[in-house]
């Protein structure tokens, strides 16, 4: 007797799909590959090591070329020069040499011994430089008539090679940046910054997302006008609304204050991006704000998706307003509140455009996505930069985790 | 919570609430129109309210002729809103009268169920809803309405005017078209013509660009069974949710390196591959919404399965595609961290970039908001135009930003 086994493996039509799909994701597969996972592996890797700004550029020889004296008539006697050194004041560059067409019709005295001169051409061997080194070489030379008629001797441009070692790519690790961002007690005043931001951010988002969502979820001559301007925040370009809020709440020029001391509410100009407390909650309501239009939208979509039915047979069970919205709509909209949580708590973490054009970090809205630009450009330390980036994407990964977890059992999205 | 469900004492409170919410707004609506004085004063505003909210009980007559008293009132200097010395007489009444009538109107509304006696749970209920859809409304469309406000008007001024009074946004008509003078500036003097050409043609390559790599991609996860589907439509979501800080440190070293730096070309090809799974996300999931048996039909009529998304699916797909291309152009004409990192010289600058470099305290306030028009007017009037796709594009599985 045997028993009915359902066919194993895959058929060739089975297989000719899967090779069609492969096919059409590949090129998106190598993009993505290429501009962010490999970006991402590098960003561990520069992560562990000292690497500056200054070194991104690796040391190369330079050389000028010139002749000291005039040469007008044959037999007259110049020097010709040439003036190297090492770009890096710190780094070694090992086996540089030297090659220059050597000008017709010159005729070199005396040669420095790790020179020659063989088939027109001036080759010289240095050997290794120290960071920061300096060389002339200085040959003498006396013109005979054919160097009249040829062109001018300085007019080949001198070749020079030279291996440097380049930070980036030497296995020097270090684990001196994670000590550096991890050290004293600015690391976690960062992430107490940025937790707060998150927090607050992602809930008043969602909490005045839902208010103009229940604003709107009548319909009304105007409606689409409404809903079209609420979106404004969300879509205009945050250099342009960022400006504009800067611009608003200037201590000196700004509306908001003169609006403020005219209406009595405070004796002084305030500073709302430049005082301590302030700022930070300034660049919150400044994410709540740009962000609301979103949340709005999507609990707008997911309200109107909601059964009628079900509110007129609260209707008839004489349920208020108010009832009504406690034990119907909430429940329903629970979903999609969450997943929007999840999702826009990622986002607002990762925000770095907004604090960065609102307060640059400044008065105590450093959050860890400026302190990577901090680090990284402004003290130019891009191991440390890295470091940071490296905090931020376990952190990522840590909520991206917890975020598949609930998403299963979320639909929607 | 009980004693408040009568209407003597609902109508009263609700009216006061109500009509300081509206001295609130008009005297800051008159400010910012005028320049002039205006200020709300809270103890006025909550009695002359309570007053107006008591007359509504009594029927209109009674409200309307309540709101002309407190119209009065305020004209007299003893109103809900107080207007500083040297306000015009035309200001002054059309701020008055306008306060006293969205009070009346607004309370009318607000208290249309209202009765003196004791009120029902739904009634009473009904009643403060009202009052904070109104109050939703007038504060929603405040909050948005301001910053353009401001940044529109300050374009249009100059710095010395905004320093005198920063409240004063009204504009000096007889200009005409010296209004537009730091528009005009811009474009000749700090080359914004270029900027906006550069932003339109890198914005419009990076839907290009996009689109071609996520249809096929967002087909393939959609409709093909292959191994690994389930895990790669995951990784898409998770690679969408990776910070731009993050790759831009690495992205600004190799392009440094090979010299990508500061060319357009860099950018457009950094551009679409942080818009490519945010494209791909949108579009499988509207792949997978449509029916797959118009497919399989044109399967079985032989034509091969290119052919079949580029005869049958694509077309049926052209609202999503609209919309994921809206997006698409939005994020990439909005798109400033990597501008800003990457490109230095002006001639290639971005919109972006080119207004971030107007911040500097040489340059003129006026001119920096006017950069910020240039550069928020295109999109919004996409925007509007489209609207209709656009959200549908933004609810389709999008909370990037």
């Known amino acids: 007797m045997t028993d009915a086994v359902p066919p194993t493996g895959t058929g060739p039509l089975a297989k000719r799909e899967a090779r069609l799909a492969w096919g059409l994701l590949f090129p998106t597969l190598a993009a993505v590959s290429l501009v962010v996972i490999l970006p991402l592996l590098a960003v561990f890797w520069i992560s562990f090591k000292p690497v500056g700004l200054a070194n991104l550029r690796p040391p190369t020889p330079i050389v000028r070329e010139d002749i000291r004296g005039d040469l007008e008539a044959p037999g007259d006697a110049a020097t010709l020069r040439y003036r190297l050194r090492n770009s890096s004041q710190d780094q070694p560059i090992l086996g540089v040499t030297l090659s220059d067409a050597w000008p017709e019709g010159l005729e070199a005295s005396e040669l420095d011994p790790r020179c020659a001169i063989a088939e027109g051409r001036l080759s010289c061997d240095f050997g290794d430089w120290e960071g920061g080194a300096r060389e002339q070489l200085r040959i003498p030379v006396t013109a005979t008539e054919a160097y009249f008629a040829g062109p001018d001797a300085t007019a080949s441009d001198p070749a020079l090679t030279g ?90 020029s700004g509306s908001a204050n003169a609006l403020l001391i005219q209406m009595g509410v405070s004796q002084g100009a305030i500073n709302f991006f430049g005082e301590r407390p302030l700022a930070l909650i300034m660049v919150t309501l400044f994410e709540i704000w740009r962000y609301f239009p979103l949340s709005f939208l999507f609990i707008l979509a997911r309200m109107q998706s909601i059964d009628h039915d079900m509110y007129e047979a609260a209707d008839m069970d004489g349920a208020s307003p108010f009832q009504k919205f406690w034990y119907l709509s909430l429940p329903q909209l629970l979903g999609i509140l969450s997943v929007l949580f999840l999702l826009r708590f990622i986002w607002t973490f990762n925000k770095f ?34 470091a940071v980036a490296v905090v931020i994407f376990a952190c990522l990964l840590l909520f991206s985790l917890f975020f598949f977890k609930v998403m299963s059992r979320e639909e929607g999205l | 919570m009980n004693a408040l469900r009568y209407g003597y004492v609902t109508a009263p409170v609700l009216g006061a609430l109500w009509c300081f919410v509206i001295a609130v707004t008009v005297a800051v609506a008159m400010s ?30 009674a409200l309307w002729g309540a709101a002309l008293a407190v119209a009065a009132l305020g004209i007299v200097g003893i109103g809900p809103m107080a207007s500083g010395d040297g306000t ?93 003078r730091s528009y005009g500036e811009l474009m000749t003097e700090y080359g914004f013509g270029s900027y906006l050409w550069t932003s339109f043609y890198v914005s419009v390559l990076t839907v290009l660009i996009t689109l071609a790599f996520a249809i096929p991609g967002a087909y393939a996860v959609a409709r093909l069974r292959f191994r690994g589907q389930a895990l790669f439509s995951r990784s898409i979501l998770l690679i969408y949710m990776v910070p731009m800080i993050v790759l831009a440190l690495p992205i600004y070293i190799a392009f440094s390196m090979t010299g990508l730096r500061n060319t357009i070309f860099g950018i457009v090809i950094i551009y679409p591959v942080t818009t490519i799974p945010v494209a791909l996300y949108m579009l499988q999931g509207y792949f997978r919404g449509l029916p797959a048996e118009i497919e399989e039909a044109g399967l079985m009529d032989g034509l091969s399965r290119l052919k079949v998304i580029w005869k049958i699916t694509l077309p049926l797909s052209l609202p999503a595609l609209a919309s994921v291309s809206l997006y698409v152009f939005m994020i990439a004409w909005n798109e400033f961290l990597l501008a800003f990192m990457l490109l230095d010289d ?54 990037k930003g």
Request: aromatic share 14%; proline share 3%; with cysteine.
């Open chain 2, 346 to 399: 002006p001639s290639k600058f971005t919109l972006t970039r080119g207004i971030a470099s107007l911040n500097s305290s040489e340059v003129p306030r006026q001119h920096l908001m006017a950069g910020a028009v240039i550069a928020t007017v295109p999109i919004m009037v996409l925007f509007l135009g489209l609207e209709r796709f656009m959200t549908k594009g933004l609810t389709a599985g999008s909370v």
């Open chain 1, 163 to 252: 291996q440097a070692q380049n930070v980036l790519t030497s296995f020097d690790f270090t684990l001196e940046n994670f000590a550096q961002v991890f050290d004293g007690s600015e690391f976690w005043a960062v992430l107490g910054v940025t937790l707060f931001y998150t927090v607050f951010g992602t809930l008043g988002a969602l909490i005045m997302g839902l208010f103009a969502a229940m604003l709107l979820n009548k319909s009304f001559k105007g409606q689409g006008i409404l809903r079209g301007l609420y979106l404004f925040p969300y879509v205009a370009p945050v250099i342009a609304v960022a400006f504009a809020w800067i611009l608003l709440f200037d201590p000196f």
């Open chain 1, 353 to 386: 455009d907004d604090i960065f054009l609102l307060t640059g970090g400044n008065a105590g809205t450093r959050v860890l996505t400026v302190n990577v630009y901090e680090q990284a450009f402004a003290l130019s330390n891009i191991g440390a930069g890295a």
């Open chain 2, 32 to 61: 910012f129109a005028t320049g002039a004085p205006f200020r709300p004063s809270l103890i006025l505003s909550l009695i002359w309210g309570a007053g107006i909210g008591f007359a509504a009980l009594f029927g209109a007559v």
């Open chain 2, 88 to 180: 015009g007489l035309v200001a002054l009444a059309v701020g008055h009268g306008a306060l006293a009538l969205f009070t009346a109107l607004g309370v009318r509304k607000i208290l249309e169920e209202c009765r003196i006696g004791a009120l029902t749970r739904h009634e009473f209920e009904e009643a403060v809803i009202r009052f904070l859809t109104g109050f939703g409304y007038i504060f929603f469309t405040a909050i948005v309405l301001i910053p353009f406000y401001v940044m529109v008007m300050t374009s249009l001024k100059n710095q010395a005017e905004l320093m005198a009074n920063p409240l004063d946004f009204s504009i000096d008509l007889t200009q005409g078209w010296g209004l537009l």
